[in-house]
């Protein structure tokens, strides 16, 4: 009674919800929610845990493969045993707070045996520190006295149009004036930088990264953006690195024609091969939404391919069959992992990272 009632709960929801940007595309793996927010948490109190339930909504069983998870603080229990279709299952996610501070998310990435079923979930909290002195806080050191809390800051979702700033906290733990400057990989994605001239002996000071990103045909897709922090002329040796999925501004009109891509499979394993060697595949990407299907920007990233070009259009109830290529690693025993970017106008998940693997053999 209980799988039937998240069933019934969940197929409701679907039904009259129009899914955000940041949600799942229709799956056979329907969750009651992708996201869980911890709310403000205290590190001292340790990891917080949620339970992300979900019900099989096909007539094929699911049995999940593989659970990877965006950081080793972040921990997940789940069953290998298939869960049939209508019955539920569950995935129990641990949070460790320990060294964190401040808003932070988590992304949890789930792959079942047959890589049709395919969701990512994500974790958000933000976190009261345990009282630290600057040393602690800031364990990142940059150049001479100055470090800092993270040396990277994923923007999300940036639609054409829009500005968004992050801040940047940077601590000098020494006992003299030092004098700040910045240098980046340059504005060509619309990143920039505000940073204070100086920082004053055990003062914390801010800097504040902003994309800006205009409306446009070329600007869509992931940026990708690096800083590094000059102390009293010396370059921090490690850089901070920046990025932000562009994608369009999407109108707030549930009534209006929307595409839906679908990918199958979402995950392309070319099993083992030999070593130094392209690979193919052929994949279906189809449109089961009512409006067309434009890939914004197709993004394949080094040693992969694909069949398919930015301004491609899918129309609404069409699919088509795509050619996907991988490099094989010419070292033998060997993991080559690839990627490829995929930006449409598909609300539901406008940017989309196609995940390819290929063992040596």
Not at 42 to 69: C, K, L, M, W, Y
């Amino acid at each position: 009674m209980k799988a039937k009632a998240l069933l019934t709960t969940i197929l409701l929801a679907v039904c009259s919800i129009t899914w955000a940007q940041d949600e799942q595309p229709a799956s056979a793996m329907v969750f009651e929610t992708y996201e869980w927010d911890f709310g403000t948490i205290d590190e001292a109190d340790g990891p917080v845990t949620h339970t992300f339930r979900f019900v099989n909504i096909s007539n094929n069983p699911i049995q999940i493969d593989n659970v990877a998870t965006s950081c080793g603080c972040t921990t997940v229990q789940y069953s290998t045993e298939p869960i049939h279709g209508g019955e539920e299952g569950e995935i129990t996610v641990i949070f460790d707070p320990s060294r964190y501070q401040g808003h932070v998310f988590r992304e949890v990435e789930i792959i079942t045996k047959d890589r049709h079923n395919y969701a990512y979930l994500t974790l958000y909290a933000d976190i009261n520190p345990i009282p630290m002195g600057l040393e602690q806080i800031y364990p990142h050191l940059l150049a001479g006295t100055i470090k800092t809390n993270s040396l990277g800051y994923p923007f999300g979702y940036i639609a054409q149009g829009e500005s968004i700033t992050k801040v940047m906290r940077i601590a000098n733990v020494g006992d003299k004036t030092v004098n700040l400057s910045v240098e980046t990989n340059g504005k060509r994605n619309g990143m920039s930088v505000e940073c204070p001239k100086s920082i004053d002996p055990q003062e914390v000071v801010s800097i504040k990264i902003t994309y800006d990103i205009p409306k446009g045909k070329k600007y869509y897709g992931l940026a990708r953006d690096t800083i590094w922090l000059i102390a009293d002329g010396v370059k921090s040796q490690k850089p901070i690195t920046v990025n932000a999925k562009r994608v369009e501004k999407f109108s707030r009109d549930e009534n209006r024609p929307k595409p839906v891509m679908r990918i199958e499979p979402g995950y392309v394993d070319f099993g083992e091969k030999a070593p130094g060697k392209i690979y193919k595949k052929t994949i279906v990407i189809g449109n089961t939404g009512n409006a067309d299907l434009i890939f914004r920007n197709v993004e394949p990233m080094q040693g992969t391919a694909i069949s398919i070009e930015s301004d491609q259009v899918i129309k609404p109830g069409k699919e088509l069959k795509v050619t996907v290529a991988v490099t094989n690693s010419r070292e033998p025993n060997t993991t080559t992992m690839g990627s490829i970017n995929l930006t449409t106008n598909d609300p539901t998940r406008p940017f989309y990272e196609l995940r390819l693997q290929v063992d040596t053999n």
